[in-house]
């Protein structure tokens, strides 16, 4: 059972910035999605940014060339590093692994969330 820790989030001013962490333990199988998704009260979860074991990056149109994914296939780890935010993007954070299993089953691993509020 894959295990995800998150840190890094908080409150900031808008137009500045945060970065979160994430952390992946009791990893057996190798991870071939890392991302971040995010909830904003009152609305659906939607994808922020993800970044296949690979290096193929993939980000919401509302974040691009604003957020920026990277990530460690060594230590298991993904960031995100957040500039120039906004109000709108005030949300729960959350960290997300998608593992492949031998017989090539995906299994979908959630982090506990981190709270990001974008004062204006």
């Known amino acids: 059972q894959v295990q995800l820790v998150e840190s890094g989030g908080g409150l900031v001013q808008a137009g500045g910035s945060l970065r979160l962490s994430c952390a992946a333990s009791?990893?057996?199988?190798?991870?071939?999605?890392m991302g971040w998704y995010r909830q904003a009260p009152g609305k659906q979860r939607e994808l922020v940014a993800t970044?296949?074991?690979?290096?193929?990056?993939n980000y919401a149109d509302s974040v691009k060339g604003r957020f920026t994914i990277s990530r460690d296939n060594v230590k298991n780890t993904v960031l995100l590093q957040m500039n120039s935010l906004k109000p709108e993007d005030t949300a729960v954070y959350y960290c997300?692994?998608?593992?492949?299993?031998?017989?090539?089953?995906?299994?979908?691993?959630w982090g506990q969330g981190t709270q990001v509020t974008v004062s204006s």
């Open positions: 009791r990893v057996v199988f190798n991870i071939n999605v």
């Open positions: 970044s296949t074991s690979g290096g193929s990056t």
């Open positions: 997300h692994a998608q593992v492949v299993d031998p017989l090539r089953y995906e299994h979908d691993y």
